[in-house]
């Protein structure tokens, strides 16, 4: 049984470590390049705080019945975080405090009934409520890491972190055959996959470099390194 509370503490923890990196920012910190290719810091921030009031919107449906959209569209999901990308750093930092605080307060409203409930997220797939704070959980730690600022995919906590590196390593098909060592923590991913290519390094760079924010380049390998997959 999912311990929805439980992850709710995470997201409160994980949201704390985000805001003390946030305020720390200077306007010239939100215009520079994000770990995303073509995003800024400001763009990241902009982004968490409109998938925070996505999960709202898919919070609420579960909570009253009534069906609310995810995003209005693909199209106007990726207008609203161009147009916010720009905005002065007092504005952004706050728009990711107040949006974290209005899904709080959504997820509290949740029943465990409710969390049963099946929605439709962005693309249309159909998932049950209970997925939105795990979700939450990894935008906030692996948006936190994309701002490259100090706050890197090493220090996401170590389960989520390894939950992230295997849903990461999954991208590649099973007969490419690549196989990823987290030294620091002797541990193999996927552990059923017949290796033809072996990575290894740290899981936080491991988990960097398959999620396509880093090149890979303090990671080892007996060949080239292999294209990575598309992430999220």
Not at 4 to 12: L, N, S
Not at 51 to 59: G, I, K
Not at 96 to 121: C, F
Not at 145 to 162: C, S
Request: charged share 25%.
């Amino acid at each position: 049984m999912t311990d929805h509370a439980g992850i709710r503490e995470q997201i409160d923890a994980a949201t704390h470590r985000l805001m003390a990196t946030a305020r720390q920012l200077t306007e010239d910190d939100v215009r520079r390049p994000s770990l995303l290719p073509g995003w800024t810091v400001g763009h990241v921030l902009t982004h968490i705080a409109r998938n925070a009031d996505s999960l709202v919107n898919l919070a609420t449906w579960a909570h009253t019945g009534v069906e609310t959209p995810q995003y209005a569209s693909q199209e106007s999901r990726d207008a609203d975080i161009e147009a916010g990308a720009g905005r002065p750093v007092t504005e952004l930092v706050e728009d990711v405090a107040d949006s974290a605080e209005r899904l709080r307060g959504a997820l509290a409203r949740i029943t465990p009934e409710q969390y049963e409930v099946e929605l439709v997220w962005r693309g249309g797939v159909r998932k049950p409520a209970g997925m939105i704070p795990a979700a939450r959980l990894g935008e906030v730690e692996v948006h936190h890491a994309d701002l490259g600022l100090g706050y890197g995919f090493g220090d996401i906590p170590e389960p989520l972190r390894l939950l992230l590196l295997a849903d990461a390593v999954g991208g590649w098909d099973d007969e490419d055959g690549v196989v990823v060592h987290a030294d620091d923590l002797d541990l193999t991913l996927p552990e059923d996959r017949a290796p033809k290519v072996l990575v290894s390094g740290s899981s936080g760079d491991l988990l960097g470099w398959a999620g396509g924010r880093t090149s890979g380049d303090r990671l080892r390998c007996d060949g080239p390194l292999p294209a990575v997959p598309e992430w999220r």
